[in-house]
């Protein structure tokens, strides 16, 4: 046994270990900078998770208000309708009464009596309020069409 000799292997294997545990120590570090990065990108997910939930919320609670708001108009729309289906039927039934009038005064056989001649003012007074009226529901008519024809642009 040399002494020298076996110094010699001894420095040359703790020489081994140190560069082995230094290379460990390395890759230690690389591998808790790759865990640093991975946890980095991580949290980055997450809160851009918790950014896309919160647009969506904020979505979704813009549909429901303006959802509200459209059936709101959609309620009011149709008591619109069932009032114009009203006044339509009021329309009907005054045209029917002036036919009535007119029927009555073409079978009169004989001149025009106070009778007759308060049958057709009372025939002018109810044509004259019915052409009004019809005037004005076909006006309303009409605006309502042309407020349609471009509906409103989305929110």
């Known amino acids: 046994m040399n002494p020298e000799h076996d110094l010699a292997h001894a420095i040359s294997q703790l020489a081994c270990a140190v560069r082995e545990s230094t290379e460990a120590r390395k890759q230690d570090h690389a591998t808790s900078q790759q865990l640093a990065d991975v946890y980095h990108k991580l949290t980055q997910v997450l809160a851009s998770k918790t950014d896309l939930e919160n647009v969506k919320d904020k979505i979704m609670s813009a549909i429901s208000t303006y959802s509200e708001a459209v059936n709101a108009k959609f309620d009011e729309i149709a008591t619109s309708v069932d009032e114009l289906g009203a006044s339509l039927t009021g329309i009907a039934a005054d045209v029917a009464g002036l036919k009535d009038i007119i029927l009555q005064l073409q ?10 001649q308060a049958l057709l003012d ?10 009004t009226r019809t005037a004005a529901a076909a006006a309303a008519a009409k605006e309502l ?3 349609t024809e471009n509906p409103p642009a989305t929110p």
Request: hydrophobic share 40%; glycine share 8%; net charge negative.
């Open 145 to 147: 069409d042309a407020a």
């Open 107 to 116: 079978n009169n056989p004989g001149p025009i009596s106070a009778e007759d």
């Open 122 to 131: 009372a025939g002018v007074t109810k044509v004259t309020s019915l052409a």
